[in-house]
């Protein structure tokens, strides 16, 4: 039996989630992309084939949000500035919106691959039904 991810263990007691998530959003605000209108997966790199395949099954308005904080990004970054406080990503508003795209396909691609591995065996038939 495999032992669950690390934030699962985390989550799973309130106490340890009491000490971790003050280290947690102080990383998150040192990393500086909240600074700068991103959300945490816009980090994620594209060259991945699953991402890519999420990507394009993300809602044209999600797709489209995503591509104009990467841009304005962008934009901050060539001219070394950052965003007014006002217009940072917020923690609430930093979610995961690509990760469940990401999990459905590797679901979708394990089951692609046990299903071409099955092997398929044809029954004997019984002695009486052949008599």
Known sequence: MSTPPLA?????????????RPIANWHANAAGYRQLGLKIDDLTMEENEIVQLALKRLP?????????????????????QLLPKEQWT????????LDKYIKEIEE????????????????????????
């Open 8 to 20: 699962k263990f985390i989550l799973a007691r309130p106490w340890l989630l009491k000490i971790v």
């Open 60 to 80: 044209p308005k999600e797709a489209y949000d995503r591509v104009f904080r990467l841009r304005r990004a962008m934009q901050l970054s060539v001219s070394h």
């Open 90 to 97: 917020k923690p609430e508003e930093d979610e995961l919106y």
């Open 108 to 131: 979708e691609m394990k089951e692609r691959e046990d299903l071409e591995a099955m092997v398929i065996t044809k029954r004997k038939a019984n002695a009486k039904e052949g008599q």
